[in-house]
Each structure stands twice: as C-alpha cells, then as structure tokens.
C-alpha cells in the first residue's frame, strides 16, 4: 500500500499569504491519479484537485496543485479568510484509495 | 444537483453490527458512477472502507474486508454499508461519496457524514 506523508502539520499564515503544501508517497505514483481535498470543521470533505493540477469545478484559480513521482504540491496564492481548514491529499487509481495525514492552514 | 445523505443509528454496542443508509438525488445510482463509503475517527484521516457500482460489483479495503458488507437498491436509489464486530476504534464519522465515471476516481461528491459511536 503506497503511503502519503503530508507537510508540514500545521502552516500559520496570515489573509493573503501564499501556502505551498506538500505530499509525499513512499513510492512512485501516476500524476493522473493525485487529488487534494479542502476540509472544514464539521464539514465533508470537498474536492479541490484532480489529476495533480486539474481544479475541480468552481474552485478558484488561487488554488494550484502540481508535481509528478512521489512528490506534489498544492499552492494558494492567496489565502482567502474561507481557506483555513485541513488539507488532504489522495493517491487513487487503484486500490486501495488512500489519503495523506492532512495539512491543517490556521490563521496566524 | 447532486445530492447524497447518510442515515442510521448514531450508537452501536461492541461486537455488534453498524448499518448505515446512503440516500443518492440528483443522479441515478444506476449511472456509470461508483459509490463509495469513507469514514473519519475524530481528529484523524479519511480512510476508504469500500464502493459498489449499479450492478452490484464490490471493491473493499483489504484491510477492513473480513467485516465490511456495501450493497445497492437501485429501485431505492440507494446504498448500504454494514460493518461487523464493531469496537471502539471504529467510531468515527462516516460519509458516503460518489466515484464519477470508474471505480478507482476520486470522490467528487460527498454526503455531509453521520457520527457513529461505538459504545456498551
């Protein structure tokens, strides 16, 4: 099972900074096959990233993943007051579906 | 639009069986879609236990496969997970998603979750 290590644990950033986040999996994974999830307390997750740098429907440019092999980014240009929450990536494409620790982005 | 609601008993005893609902609008779970149930122990991860397609094809974690049973009744337009032999590790909010087009994607829609406690 391919396991994702996602850093750093926590990022303290202000309204406007940028957020680069990483994901890391213990072997090689397709690009086509890396999602990121947006989480908020008390709320399901939502779908931010698919194919490693495709956005998903209504989500805002500000919002970039990338990387390739066993390591991906996502990036916030500029964090937004709504963008603080936990952050997951997910290797997918074959079993089984599996997700990062998670990245929580607090405001500092 | 899209919509998916989880039901069922927010209390199970240990060693027992958790049964939960998945409510599917907006779509038809005879679609090519899959239709997956992923669950969240508090302040932890996301963990996939498994999925089901319209025709009734099962794909499960292997590591909860000995006790996971996901079924589909497509005149309801709904889908099913039991879980057995519960214990304390297994409380945790569950949500039921939906895979778009095949059965490996990700989960683009997602139900709001039910909490599940596992407790005597």
């Known amino acids: 099972e391919i396991v994702l290590t996602q850093s750093p644990g926590t990022l303290s950033l202000s309204p406007g900074e940028r957020a680069t986040l990483s994901c890391r999996a213990s072997?090689?994974?397709?690009?086509?096959?890396v999602a990121w999830y947006q989480q908020k307390p008390g709320q399901a997750p939502r779908l931010l990233i698919y194919g490693a740098s495709n956005r998903a429907t209504g989500i805002p440019d500000r919002f970039s993943g990338g990387g390739s092999g066993t390591d991906f980014t996502l990036t916030i240009s500029r964090l937004e007051p709504e963008d603080f929450g936990v952050y997951y990536c997910?290797?997918?494409?074959?079993?089984?579906?599996?997700f990062g620790g998670g990245t929580k982005v607090e405001i500092k | 639009q899209v919509q998916l609601q989880e039901s069922g008993p927010g209390l199970v005893k240990p060693s027992g069986t958790l049964s939960l609902t998945c409510a599917v609008s907006?779509?038809?779970?005879?679609?090519?879609?899959?239709w997956s149930w992923v669950r969240q122990p508090p302040g932890k991860t996301l963990e996939w236990i498994g999925q089901?397609?319209?025709?009734?094809?099962?794909n499960y974690n292997p590591s909860l496969k000995s006790r996971v049973t996901v079924s589909v009744d497509k005149s309801k337009n709904q889908f099913f997970l039991k879980l057995s032999s519960v214990t304390a590790a297994d409380t945790a909010v569950y949500y039921c998603?939906?895979?778009?087009?095949?059965?490996?994607?990700?989960?683009?829609?997602w139900g709001q979750g039910t909490m599940v406690t596992v407790s005597s």
């Open positions: 089901v397609d319209h025709g009734g094809s099962i």
């Open positions: 998603a939906r895979n778009p087009n095949f059965d490996w994607n990700a989960f683009d829609i």
């Open positions: 997910q290797r997918y494409g074959s079993s089984p579906l599996t």
């Open positions: 907006g779509d038809s779970i005879s679609s090519s879609n899959w």
């Open positions: 072997q090689s994974v397709n690009s086509a096959f």
